[in-house]
Each structure stands twice: as structure tokens, then as C-alpha cells.
């Protein structure tokens, strides 16, 4: 089989109301491009009849399609993993089947990576989301820049392309816990951003809520950088001089007003407040620390990061 340009990987996760019409636009602007192509649909164990319009698709278009089916839900960015692994194409280009990115922005991608960048990201102008979401994502986007250095506008927006030799540079990962777009970043020597269009999403509902939202960004902190770590330990030290601080002048006060160094010594034991406080401090601290213990033993039990149950795709042995 020839090899493709240009690879489109797309997540699927119980998307059945809307995978028609994402079928009835990508089509025919992959086919405006003048160039090969093909379409990997990755699903993510749907409880829906999304395999099966996959494989109906696959059935009418099987040159330009293929279809990865994993054995369960593993999430959205090990679904891309996957997706990465079985790509062929020059340029790969990920992108989210709910059309709240319209395939005909892709051309922009293209267009930049013509141009010798290995990395495009995108900007969403004019989203349509909610207002609290869209206040939710501007600060998380700010957290992670300041935690992480890792300089994205818009890392909420899945409608990206990456040059073949980022994806390698990804496929040699072995993460269990892998934040895509930041992954990228990090092995790119040329990276760009491009302003797209935001729709509506056409069916279906977000498969992330506000909780996931958080982890994911927690998840791309604790998995970027140590910079919580070490702002822990500086509060840690803030806390305590503070702590001591707050005892000597206490100290001092009931010494001075009573006359009695005994009676200023009985503040030690005034110590309530500061002790909820501390107590507080220090479970955050834990909480921190198993997050990156956990990650750790996540990563050393080596297990698959995703079981795959078939791949329809077309082979050389296919008759016409």
C-alpha cells in the first residue's frame, strides 16, 4: 500500500449521534486537499453504535479509512496513542469527532507545516462554549504556563498536526499518563499556533466535565514539571518562620502586659488555630506527594496502556 501525506487520528467515544455528519464534511474537504490521505478512527470502547457505523464507513471507504478498536475505555489521549502508532502519513493531524472543530480548518494546519514548522497548534476564536468554561480555561491555561513553562494559548483544542518525526518522537514514550499536546511541545524545534473556527458542538454531549477538566490539568502539572513540589517546600518554610514568628511575638505581648515571663510562655499552648492550619498544610503536602508516587507506580508495573481488539484496514492481499 502506498504510503499516505497526510494521517487524520480521530478519538471516538460514544459519538453515534453525530458521526454521520462528521462523515458528510470531513470527506470532502480531505478529498479538496490534492493530496493522499487517510482517516483513523480510534474507538474508545462505546457503549453506542459508533464501532458499528466505523465499520460501515470502513466498508464504503476502505482506501482512505481505518479503523482501530480498543478493547475498552483507555480515554481520550491513549486513544490518539493508539491512533499514532498505526499512522503512515508524512503529517498527522488529530482532531475531535464532535465537529466542535470543523474539518476544513485542516488546510490552515497543512499550510504551516508546508512552511517548515514541525508542531501547529490552534486557537479557537469565538468559542462557543459557556461562559464559566471559558473563564475555567483561561485559568488553567495560566497554572500550567507558570508551572510548566510549556507555552500553548489554547491547550484545550485537540485540532492540531505534528510532523512525522514528532510522532516518532511520542510513539517512544511509554507514559501511562500522557498529556499529547504538551508531549509534543516539549520534542518540538519549530512549533506555531493558528487561530481556527469554533462551532457548536452538532450532537452528543462533552465527555469532560468540570472534575476531568481539573485532572487533566493536574495530570499535565504533576507530569511536566516539579514546580508544585518545590512551591511546597518554599511554603512549607513561609509557614513555619510565620509560625515562629507569630510565637515570639505573642511571646513578647503577654510578657510585657502581665510582667511574667511564665505567662508569656503559656501561648505555646494557644495553639488551635495554628495547628488546623499546619494540619491542612501538611495533607495537601501528602496529597501532592502521592500523586507523584502514584504516578511512579503506575509507570513501573508496565502494563499495556491499551488493548487493542481489531483493526479494519486494507491490505495488499484485498481484491479490488
Known amino acids: 500500500m502506498n504510503t499516505p501525506q497526510v494521517s487524520i487520528v480521530i478519538p471516538v467515544y460514544n459519538e453515534e449521534a453525530g458521526l454521520q455528519a462528521l462523515f458528510d464534511r470531513l470527506y470532502p474537504a480531505l478529498d479538496q486537499l490534492g493530496t493522499s490521505y487517510e482517516v ?18 470502513f466498508d464504503t471507504r476502505p482506501d482512505e479509512t481505518r479503523v482501530v478498536l480498543l478493547n475498552g ?3 481520550q489521549h491513549l486513544a490518539i496513542m493508539a491512533g499514532f502508532e498505526h499512522s503512515r502519513g508524512e503529517v498527522i493531524v488529530t482532531l475531535d469527532a464532535d465537529l466542535q472543530n470543523p ?33 475555567a480555561s483561561r485559568l488553567l491555561n495560566s497554572i500550567r504556563e507558570r508551572t510548566t513553562r510549556i507555552k500553548m ?5 485537540m485540532l492540531r498536526a505534528y510532523s512525522r518525526s514528532i510522532i516518532a518522537a511520542i510513539n517512544s514514550c511509554r507514559e501511562v499518563n500522557a498529556f499529547i499536546p504538551a508531549l ?3 520534542f518540538a524545534r519549530n512549533p506555531t499556533e ?10 452528543g454531549e462533552s465527555k469532560y466535565s468540570l472534575y476531568k477538566l481539573v485532572r487533566l490539568n493536574f495530570d499535565l502539572m504533576t507530569g511536566f514539571s516539579i514546580a508544585p513540589l518545590q512551591m511546597f517546600s518554599i511554603l512549607g518554610i513561609f509557614v513555619s518562620l510565620a509560625s515562629m514568628a507569630t510565637y515570639v511575638i505573642v511571646i513578647g505581648s503577654r510578657w510585657l502586659n502581665s510582667g511574667s515571663l511564665w505567662e508569656g510562655l503559656r501561648a505555646l499552648f494557644d495553639r488551635d488555630i495554628l495547628a488546623f492550619f499546619l494540619i491542612g498544610i501538611m495533607l495537601f503536602g501528602l496529597g501532592l506527594l502521592g500523586e ?7 509507570q513501573v508495573r508496565a502494563r499495556p496502556r491499551y488493548l487493542i ?9 484485498d481484491p479490488e
Not at 49 to 57: N, P
Not at 194 to 203: F, G, K, S
Open 184 to 186: 509534543a511541545y516539549t
Open 292 to 298: 507523584y508516587i502514584g504516578r511512579i507506580y503506575e
Open 309 to 317: 481488539a481489531a483493526v479494519l484496514e486494507k491490505t495488499p492481499a
Open 73 to 75: 475505555n483507555f480515554g
Open 40 to 57: 483513523i478512527f480510534v474507538d474508545d470502547g462505546s457503549r453506542d453504535r459508533s464501532a458499528a457505523l466505523l465499520r460501515e464507513k
Open 103 to 135: 474539518p476544513e480548518e485542516i488546510p490552515k494546519l497543512l499550510a504551516k507545516i508546508s512552511e517548515g514548522y514541525d508542531y501547529v497548534g490552534s486557537i479557537r476564536m469565538a468559542r462557543r462554549d459557556s461562559r464559566f468554561r471559558r473563564w
Open 153 to 157: 494559548t489554547d491547550q484545550g483544542c
Open 194 to 203: 493558528v487561530e481556527v473556527r469554533h462551532e457548536e458542538r452538532t450532537a
